[in-house]
C-alpha cells in the first residue's frame, strides 16, 4: 500500500500548479484524504483535507486560492494551488487514511499513510 504523489516544481509568484496523489494496492475502501505541507525550518501543517463524503476543510492562508478534490474511482486525491506566492514554497505531502490488506494472511487494518512528498517552489 502506498501514496504516491506528483505534480510539484518551479513557478513564479501569482502562477498555478495542481498536484495529484494516488493511493495502489490492495485497498478496500479512501477515508478521509489530505495535502500537508512542511517548509524549510517549520513543523509539517494541514493545508486540506477532504472527506470520503466529499466535506473539503483549508487551512486559513490559502482559502480561496486552492481547491481540494478527489476521484474515489482513481482513488486519487488533486490540489488546484492558483495565484501562488513565496509563503506556498514547501514540500508538499499527500496523506490518506486507508482500510487495506496488509497481511499474506489476509488481515485488515486501517491505518494513515503517508505520499513521499513532492516539492514546490514559487519564485519572486
Known amino acids: 500500500v502506498q501514496l504516491q504523489a506528483s505534480g510539484g516544481g518551479l513557478v513564479q509568484s501569482g502562477g498555478s500548479l495542481r498536484l495529484s496523489c494516488a493511493a495502489s494496492g490492495p485497498i478496500l475502501s479512501v477515508g478521509t484524504m489530505s495535502w500537508y505541507r512542511q517548509a524549510p525550518g517549520s513543523q509539517r501543517v494541514l493545508v486540506a483535507s477532504i472527506t470520503d463524503g466529499d466535506i473539503t476543510k483549508y487551512a486559513d492562508s490559502v482559502k480561496g486560492r486552492f481547491t481540494i478534490s478527489r476521484n474515489n474511482a482513481r482513488r486519487t486525491v488533486y490540489l488546484q494551488m492558483k495565484n501562488l506566492n513565496r509563503e506556498d514554497t514547501a514540500v508538499y505531502y499527500c496523506?490518506?487514511?486507508?482500510?487495506?490488506?496488509?497481511?499474506?494472511?489476509?488481515?485488515?487494518?486501517?491505518?494513515?499513510?503517508w505520499g513521499q512528498g513532492t516539492q514546490v517552489t514559487v519564485s519572486s
Open positions: 496523506n490518506a487514511d486507508l482500510l487495506a490488506i496488509t497481511t499474506s494472511l489476509g488481515d485488515i487494518t486501517d491505518d494513515e499513510y
